[in-house]
């Protein structure tokens, strides 16, 4: 198995947190801010992963196994809300839906 | 007898009450007895008492009467207590009996006018407010009658009300009194801190004890308490009051400004005479005020044409005589010439209030003339008045009392030829301006008729003021025509008599002579340019430098538009500054910051997804920056 | 084995990259598989096989697929693609990269820090995850599976579409499909290619 310093893997999940983050601030298309959502929870899994490995404990793993099944949860209401909006307001467009505004 | 002595404040302080609250359902003539009545029993009480002081006199040649304590609080225990000395009979006995032949007058005077009842009211007011202050034993009870004089001249002077002018002439009174009472109350303030009570008599003999010939608290003291005689006195430099206070009845002007309140300023320097004479300097200042004063005054009564306003001058003139007597150390001389002035003065006032209310309201001396023939009494009485304010010699009152000053201003010690030099033109300024109004009012041809001749209320009060202005100078006969000191004998006890540097009998003859003179020819000045020649006054008023000297004086000396321009009107133009109130702006600036706040605060609620998303990654940068900046 | 580690790391970004910034929904699905794709490979160089495998089949292989499914029966239509373009002008993203750049220099800051630690060189087995699944973690494991059980039933509550609303939406597809094909091109971005 590699040995990499535990930065390296961090460094990688961070620079892959903030480009899902840029996803999510810069997009309009609601799929997309979904998709970019993806990619953030993907990359905080990967640094737990790479936490348990430092540290040679399965907790790490585990961790992981349980945010993919809330992102699993997550995706599939997500998605069904995401059709409701589209038959409502006609357009994926995410400020269409800014009715709560002050 | 003497513990009658309370009844005489306190019955004028009834009678007010009685006429301000039930006044209007008072008919006329019910409420004129009352007002009267009430004075005249006061005034026959004095006489009362006075006769029980002067043939039993108590011991000490003093009586206080105590009624309550008034405040308890420490060492300040005040109390509403009388003292009966020889300067307060005095000062009791010509306010009561001066006051009542004035009310008995207004009565007549005030006949046709609204809110009679009232008038009554705020004259007895005033009336029990004066007799407080000459009576009171201590300064705070003092005070509190000075204020109350204050108060009534404030009511009095706007009695019409309904003419703004008259409420301003009784602003601009209470205004310039105020500064001279604020300087009279810190007085009371130092005197108490210093010598630790307001009791008069304990005050003086502390005073003796404890401060030294010129020391800084004495001059402070006897400065502050000279402001405040300045103010209500109507001496330099507050005198801009009076001559405009004429805007109220004249029997207001008669009572009030010329015999008893504008006297209260001499009054409060005689009786606390000792601090004065603990201050040289102050007591300096009092003599060259009074100087200043009495010709400033003459000359501005000189040029003046509507009768009141030369009888206002004059009485500011005379107040200069009386501060001029105090400044020489002469206290009795003072009171002397206080007595003898209230009684011409007051005559003068009510003859020209005679005169006014006959020619219905007219009060131009230069659209009267030849009233001799028309108001005989009252052209009479009048003359009778004007020789005692002229000094007359030998026949008038006011020739002893005003001869008896000047003598001291130049004998005594604290004196000096040059305020004598001073008194003389003064007196001869005097006989010139009194003359003068009476040649323009009674002689030459009539311009206009007199509506209805005065009746009996009027005619008394004139008559009897008359007589004592001739008789009432005979009690203090000098050296040199009787010696027969009965005034200042009777006030020796009470008002020390001045030390003499230069006098003596050979003094006093030649000073006699010259006074005699001054009066005689202002008297022949007068006639000449008033009766025999008026064109010639008038030449002199036409001419570039009479006419400014004419302006000049006729405005007063230029202290209206002096105080005016220094005072005035940059307090006004700070009022419209502040037209809005700068202090609310830090109100409203806290309102309107929370309204901006509010504002930007909405503005975050956008209701777009991205832009909360937003948020919360800037919050997220910002708790990590925390977190690695202070870890 | 490093070398595959940097390798599929790199990969990873550049998917990650690409997915952000597709037009088509489509391509930035695949793009992403990909980007999960790599990151497998990343944790199987980490020593954790178990989580690799499953990051295949579960996230890539049934959480993207679903996303599939959902764009689609969303029906967008040929003008999706000018409608991102037009969502997606350069200065919508000036600002959200500041703030990523940002919290990525934090992050970075945070974690280089400290003194490098080397990652252990075992690999971790199913069987520890597992005993570690079902011991410790006994709970977690039960409330994930009641979350799937209430994303379930949530999502098809959620996903059922009133007939009315269905029917004004598909009639609204048609009329927007019409109205975009008769309007003059001024109006839009102009199309690569020719329709």
Redesign the interface.
């Known amino acids: 198995m590699a040995t990499i310093p535990m930065e390296h893997g961090l460094i990688v999940a961070g620079i892959l947190f903030t480009l899902g983050l840029i996803g999510v601030l810069a997009r309009r298309n609601i799929i997309f801010v979904l998709m970019s959502i993806e990619v953030m929870l993907n990359a905080a899994g990967l640094a737990f992963v790479v936490a348990g490995s430092r540290w040679g404990q399965p907790d790490g793993q585990v961790m992981f196994l349980f945010i993919l099944a809330m992102a699993a949860a997550e995706v599939s209401v997500g998605l069904a809300l995401v059709l409701q909006i589209y038959h409502h307001f006609k357009t994926l467009d995410t400020d269409a839906a800014s009715r709560m505004r002050g | 007898m003497l513990n009658l002595l309370w009844l005489v404040p306190v019955i004028p302080f009834a009678s007010f009450l009685v006429l301000a609250l039930f006044g209007r359902r008072f008919s006329r003539t019910l409420s004129a007895w009352i007002g009267v009545v009430s004075i005249g029993l006061s005034a026959a009480l004095a006489v009362l008492v006075a006769v029980s002081f002067l043939t039993s006199p108590p011991a000490g040649n003093a009586f206080t009467q105590v009624l309550w304590t008034w405040i308890s609080v420490g060492s300040f225990t005040p109390q509403i207590a009388f003292r009966l000395d020889a300067l307060s009979l005095i000062m009791m006995l010509v306010v009561t009996f001066v006051s009542f032949l004035i009310h008995l007058y207004s009565a007549e005077y005030m006949e046709d006018e609204e809110n009679y009842a009232l008038f009554f009211a705020y004259m007895n007011l005033f009336v029990g407010s004066m007799l407080t202050l000459v009576l009171s034993d201590n300064l705070l009870l003092l005070y509190l009658g000075w204020e109350g004089v204050g108060l009534c001249s404030y009511l009095l002077i706007g009695f019409w009300y309904k003419d703004p002018k008259n409420g301003y002439a009784a602003r601009k009174a209470f205004v310039v009194t105020r500064v001279g009472d604020t300087a009279m109350a810190v007085g009371l303030f130092l005197i108490f801190t210093q010598l630790g009570t307001l009791n008069i008599q304990d005050a003086l003999t502390k005073a003796v004890q404890v401060w030294p010939v010129g020391s800084g608290m004495a001059v402070a003291a006897a400065a502050l308490l000279l402001g405040g005689a300045v103010g209500k006195s109507a001496q330099l430099p507050l005198q801009t009051w009076l001559p405009d206070a004429m805007a109220g009845p004249t029997p207001v002007s008669a009572l009030i400004h010329a015999a008893t309140m504008v006297t209260a300023g001499v009054y409060l320097i005689a009786r606390t005479h000792t601090i004065f004479a603990l201050a040289p300097a102050v007591q300096l200042a009092v003599a060259i005020i009074g100087a200043l004063t009495l010709l400033l005054a003459g000359f501005s009564a000189l040029t003046q044409s509507d009768i009141k306003r030369v009888l206002a001058y004059s009485t500011i003139s005379q107040i200069g005589y009386m501060f001029l007597a105090l400044g020489v150390g002469a206290w009795s001389a003072a009171i002397f010439h206080f007595m003898t002035h209230a009684f011409f003065k007051a005559l003068l006032f009510l003859g020209a209030g005679a005169i006014i209310i006959t020619l219905h309201h007219e009060q131009n001396m230069f659209r009267m003339g030849g009233l001799r023939r028309q108001l005989p009494l009252v052209f009479w009485t009048f003359l009778i008045g004007a020789a005692s304010l002229s000094a007359l010699p030998l026949v008038t009152a006011g020739f002893f009392s005003k001869d008896l000053i000047l003598y001291d201003a130049f004998a005594s010690t604290s004196g000096s030829p040059w305020l004598w030099a001073a008194g003389i033109t003064g007196a001869l300024l005097t006989a010139v301006y009194t003359f003068r109004m009476v040649f323009l009012t009674f002689y030459g041809d009539a311009r206009q008729q007199v509506t209805h001749q005065p009746g009996w209320r009027v005619n008394i009060p004139l008559v009897i003021l008359a007589a004592l202005s001739i008789i009432g100078g005979y009690i203090e006969l000098p050296e040199t025509l009787g010696n027969l000191p009965v005034f200042s004998n009777f006030t020796a006890s009470i008002l020390p008599a001045p030390s003499l540097a230069r006098g003596g009998i050979g003094v006093l003859l030649p000073l006699q002579i010259v006074a005699a003179l001054a009066a005689l020819g202002g008297i022949y000045l007068a006639y000449l340019f008033f009766l025999r020649r008026p064109q010639l006054a008038r030449s002199l008023s036409h001419a570039r430098l009479g006419a400014a000297l004419h302006r000049f004086w006729f405005s007063g000396w230029g202290f209206d538009w002096l105080y005016d321009h220094l005072l005035v009107y940059p307090y006004i133009w700070l009022a419209r500054v502040d037209r809005t109130d700068v202090f609310d702006y830090i109100y409203q600036g806290l309102a309107a910051l929370t309204r901006a706040l509010w504002r930007g605060l909405?503005?975050?609620?956008?209701?777009?997804?991205?832009w909360y998303?937003?948020g919360v990654?800037?919050g997220?940068?910002v708790i990590?920056?925390l977190v690695?900046v202070l870890l | 084995m490093n070398v595959v580690f940097y390798l599929s790391a790199a990969i990873a970004v550049i998917a990650t990259i690409l997915v952000v910034t597709r037009v088509n929904a489509m391509h930035a699905l695949l793009y992403l598989i990909v980007s999960l794709l790599a990151v497998a490979i990343i944790f199987y160089t980490l020593g954790a096989p178990f989580i690799a495998a499953l990051e295949v089949i579960v996230y890539a292989g049934a959480i993207m697929v679903l996303f599939i499914f959902a764009i689609m029966l969303l029906n967008l239509g040929p003008h999706s693609e000018e409608q991102e373009r037009i969502w997606m002008r350069a200065t919508g993203w000036a600002g959200p990269v500041i703030l990523a750049a940002l919290l990525l220099a934090e992050i970075i800051y945070i974690i280089i820090g400290r003194s490098p630690t080397i990652g252990s060189a075992q690999p971790i087995q199913p069987a520890a995850v597992g005993a570690a699944l079902y011991g410790p973690y006994l709970i977690g494991v039960e409330l994930a599976s009641i979350l799937l059980l209430a994303a379930l039933v949530g999502a098809y509550h959620l996903g059922h579409i009133r007939r009315a609303l269905r029917e004004a939406s598909v009639e609204a597809a048609a009329l927007r499909a019409r109205t975009l094909e008769s309007r003059p091109t001024g109006e839009q971005e102009p199309l690569g290619q020719p329709k």
């Open positions: 909405s503005r975050t609620q956008a209701g777009m997804l991205r998303a937003a990654a800037v997220a940068i990590i920056a690695v």
